[in-house]
């Protein structure tokens, strides 16, 4: 256990203080400090590429194969700041689950790991779910060898869910 903790220490450390900058969003609506922390693995890392950001014309082909999912569930881009905050949100998480958390765990372990901070911020039932959406984000970084693959389409999963919970608000409802 003690050798265990020490190679994956980093790692462990960083995302648990994450959880806690998710703590002081879900009661003080701090949402900088959750972005700063998720940001934080490119100022350590000595190269970007370490992080996916590298293949973009690989992770671009993959990442559009996302847009039927509009076909289905339009979104609503009459407010450019909500979009724009999905992007950021979308490049952030996967900067840190994808480009950061699955350089030493499997796309599983990332994808419980990446639930969590969900069902402690919305206490629904779409938090939970967001499990099946991360192993795909995962699915195509893998395939991809890209961050940009499974920022789109975190990108375009955002803007779809949020597409149905304007049709379905009972889906946002809390469950505790």
């Known amino acids: ?11 462990i450390l960083l995302y648990l203080i994450f959880l806690l900058s998710v703590v002081l969003v879900k009661l003080y609506q701090i949402t900088v400090v959750a972005q700063i922390v998720l940001l934080s693995p490119i100022i350590f890392t000595k190269d970007i590429k370490d992080l996916g950001y590298r293949n973009f014309k690989k992770g671009f082909i993959y990442g559009i194969t996302s ?30 689950f994808r480009g950061f958390l699955m350089r ?22 779409a938090a939970f779910l967001t499990f099946f959406p991360s192993l795909i984000f995962g699915w195509v970084y893998i395939r991809s060898g890209s961050i940009l693959a499974p920022v789109i389409y975190h990108f375009v999963f955002n803007l779809a869910y949020f597409s149905v919970v304007e049709k379905f608000p009972i889906l946002y409802r809390s469950v505790f």
Do not use: D
């Open 1 to 11: 256990m003690g050798r265990l903790f020490t190679k994956y220490k980093a790692y």
């Open 67 to 96: 847009l039927p999912v509009f076909i289905l569930f339009p979104p609503n881009l009459s407010c450019w700041a909500f979009v724009l905050n999905n992007l950021g949100v979308a490049v952030a998480e996967e900067t840190f």
């Open 104 to 125: 030493r765990l499997n796309n599983l372990t990332v994808s419980l790991l990446f639930t969590l901070p969900h069902i402690i911020l919305y206490q629904n039932v």
